[in-house]
T-cell receptor
Framework: DGGITQSPKYLFRKEGQNVTLSCEQN?????MYWYRQDPGQGLRLIYY???????QKGDIAEGYSVSREKKESFPLTVTSAQKNPTAFYLC??????????????FGDGTRLSIL | QKEVEQDPGPLSVPEGAIVSLNCTYS??????FMWYRQYSRKGPELLMY????GNKEDGRFTAQVDKSSKYISLFIRDSQPSDSATYLC????????FGSGTQLTVLP
């Protein structure tokens, strides 16, 4: 079945440590997105990529980095510069066309906590 | 001011009730509106999307848009315990802008 796979499901970070969240899709979608979800704040866009080897900052990119070396993969690194990383992280993708023409397909998220 | 504001809830209703979930938006450029449903510890899934003012129906769900008042609603008829989830409204501008979500519990 086609879909988006996020791993791990739960992740713990020590102070000063970088961690990388994995997102893989087999939907052949061009655009991929990373969101952060905090209680009572909905989804906030961290980074997005509309094509391989290109990505753009979203609304809350500080303390995060991404790469898009392959169409199917869009890993997110939470760096030590992100002072409040505890959140639920969601990866999404859409196929070609405008944002409103396509529903975003979401993975089941990674819950990151600080040790 | 957030571009999409949503009643935070939580909302708890008995099985069979009619549920009304509401959002307002501030950006007149928003033309399309989406409702996502998110079960606990899962990613959101698209429930409905609509473009024009008026109603769009899909089974027990009706999405309503009033562009004159910048108000969007999702109605659930004959609510079921399986409808218990967080509902997020969203609108695409440069990228998708989400409301904060309303947590709904339908009690059997």
């Amino acid at each position: 079945d086609g879909g988006i796979t996020q791993s791990p499901k739960y992740l713990f970070r020590k102070e000063g440590q970088n961690v990388t969240l994995s997102c893989e899709q087999n939907l052949n979608h061009d655009a991929m997105y990373w969101y952060r979800q905090d209680p009572g704040q909905g989804l906030r866009l961290i980074y997005y990529s509309q094509i391989v080897n290109d990505f753009q900052k979203g609304d809350i990119a500080e303390g995060y980095s991404v790469s898009r070396e392959k169409k199917e993969s869009f890993p997110l690194t939470v760096t030590s510069a992100q002072k409040n990383p505890t959140a639920f992280y969601l990866c999404a993708s859409i196929g070609g066309g405008a944002v409103y023409d396509q529903p975003q397909h979401f993975g089941d998220g990674t819950r990151l906590s600080i040790l | 001011q957030k571009e999409v504001e949503q009643d935070p809830g939580p909302l708890s209703v008995p099985e069979g009730a009619i549920v009304s979930l509401n959002c307002t938006y501030s950006n007149s450029a928003f033309q399309y509106f989406m409702w996502y449903r998110q079960y606990s510890r899962k990613g959101p899934e698209l429930l409905m999307y609509t473009y024009s003012s008026g109603n769009k129906e899909d089974g027990r769900f009706t999405a309503q848009v009033d562009k004159s008042s910048k108000y969007i609603s999702l109605f659930i008829r004959d609510s079921q315990p399986s409808d218990s989830a967080t509902y997020l409204c969203a609108s695409p501008a440069r990228q998708l802008t989400f409301g904060s979500g309303t947590q709904l519990t339908v009690l059997p």
